[in-house]
């Protein structure tokens, strides 16, 4: 039987919850004296979620196998956690149940050739695959213009995450970089909750967390989020500032692989618009040169 030793991870996440509620956002009185910790004390969520407070401080040291749902709930409402947050609390639990055999490195996803036909087939927008790592897996023509700088390094997939945090030219593409960096470790945390024996998934934490202060720093705050729709903005060398509606939704496989397909579209009559026009043809010209160049010589 083998289980997620995620005890420490339990801990820092509730126990970063727990501090950033305060005892009037919770309804319960502030109580006399001064508070050594910022937020909602260990009885105080026993309260509110209708547990013993010696069954909640074990809950949070991270004995959560075997806790049921109804009870997960209750403390999701006392912590007042979002979807993603519940989501992710959850996931902890359920990584920290046995299993039945040793578990797998997670298979890299094989996309069939229909998902590129359909990515190929958006030609006003911008278009990709991405797996909860942030690997980029597939584009169409659009896509791969927008982060054409992440395809300089020899890796394959290109990551978002690595070329975020280690190449200084993401300050740059990002105008709002902190934004944007707060968005991928909170999604990376996510599928860490998700995906616990992903080898791929830790070493590239790791990598990041050794190479990068700022995603250290980021790390430790145990964010989480969902993410399906908002407002990206990308600075393009080739073509300027482009302010871009994004969608994001499940993409269906096979193999049951978390996969992200995101389409960025830019509001009609916009600037943005005529830039990603500009874009596009910018694409479509490169291919074409490309294709000129990788013909044989007759």
Not at 101 to 130: F, G, N
């Amino acid at each position: 039987m083998v289980v997620v030793d995620n005890r420490a991870e339990i801990r820092a996440f509730l126990t970063s919850r727990r501090a950033k509620i305060s005892p009037k956002q919770a309804g319960l009185p502030a109580g006399g004296g001064v508070r050594r910790v910022p937020g909602l004390r260990r009885e105080e969520v026993a309260v509110l979620a209708g547990v013993s407070t010696d069954w909640y401080v074990r809950l949070e040291k991270g004995h959560i196998s075997g806790v049921s749902e109804d009870v997960l709930d209750a403390v999701a409402r006392a912590l007042r956690l979002t979807e993603a947050e519940r989501t992710y609390l959850f996931d902890l639990a359920r990584a920290a149940k046995p299993v039945g055999r040793a578990a797998r490195r997670r298979r890299r996803a094989e996309l069939p050739p229909s998902v590129q036909w359909m990515l190929d087939s958006i030609t006003s927008a911008a278009a990709l695959v991405r797996n909860g790592r942030m690997d980029l897996l597939a584009t169409n023509s659009l896509g791969r213009a927008l982060y054409a700088p992440l395809y300089d390094d020899e890796r394959r997939p290109v990551n978002i995450a690595r070329f975020h945090f280690l190449d200084p030219r993401a300050h740059d593409m990002y105008p709002d970089w902190d934004g944007a960096a707060h968005t991928i470790v909170a999604l990376l945390r996510t599928d860490a909750g998700r995906n616990p024996y992903d080898k791929d998934l830790r070493d590239l934490i790791g990598e990041l967390s050794t190479l990068s202060e700022e995603f250290r720093t980021l790390w430790a705050g145990h964010d989480v989020r969902l993410h399906s729709i908002g407002m990206k903005q990308f600075h393009h060398v080739d073509v300027g500032t482009l302010d871009l509606v994004f969608h994001s939704m499940e993409l269906p496989t096979d193999d049951r692989s978390a996969l992200d397909l995101t389409i960025y579209t830019a509001e009609p009559g916009s600037p943005t618009e005529d830039a990603l026009k500009l874009l596009a043809s910018w694409a479509a010209t490169h291919e074409e040169q490309a294709e000129t160049t990788d013909e044989p010589h007759r």
